[in-house]
């Protein structure tokens, strides 16, 4: 199959079966493009999520337009773009018309409900999956145990933290180890 035919139809198949947002979808992105059809390495896969996280629009448009754009240059990107975002534009389309009747059936309200507990296992076996990938360094775990407890706290605390102010305190402290592991090693010091 032509790769720009086969990155339409691939991202148009995640499009269609995931529900929950960009989120949903890593874990159905990175079986498909990492193992199944190996266009992209695991490490290509946590950069792009990195990238992704920081740069506007949402996480999983980013993914597949870096996928696309790996395979086939701009058509690809546009392509995989397209694939990912129209079949949910097409079926949003189609609900819009009688949208309200829709929701007020109590079997759709039901599935709504079932969705909801599908998408946070999908989410949560997306961070796992990265979890286990990661590398064990006594940094990785601390940024890791340091970002649960923030963000348990924020819940249990019912604390409103803006999410534009973690970015920011997530880009300084990035910043401040790249910065500090540069001059270790010119001192000759390995961190």
Known sequence: MPILLDLILTFARIG?????????????????CVERKKWITHDDMMN?????????GPIAVNCATFVGYKQAGVP???????????????????????????????????AFQGIKIAVGILIADAALTMLKKTPKTPFSAAVIVGSLTVMLLSGALAVNVSSVTLILAAAAVSLAVFLLRGSRRKDGQKI
């Open 76 to 110: 690809g990107a546009i392509l995989a773009t397209l694939g990912l975002i129209l079949p949910s534009f097409l079926i949003m389309l189609a609900l819009s018309r009688f949208l309200d009747h829709f929701l007020e059936i109590a079997w759709v309200a039901r």
């Open 48 to 56: 792009v999520l990195v990238i992704a996280e920081s740069t506007p």
């Open 16 to 32: 269609c079966f995931t529900f929950g947002g960009g989120y949903a979808m890593i874990a159905l992105i990175e079986d498909i």
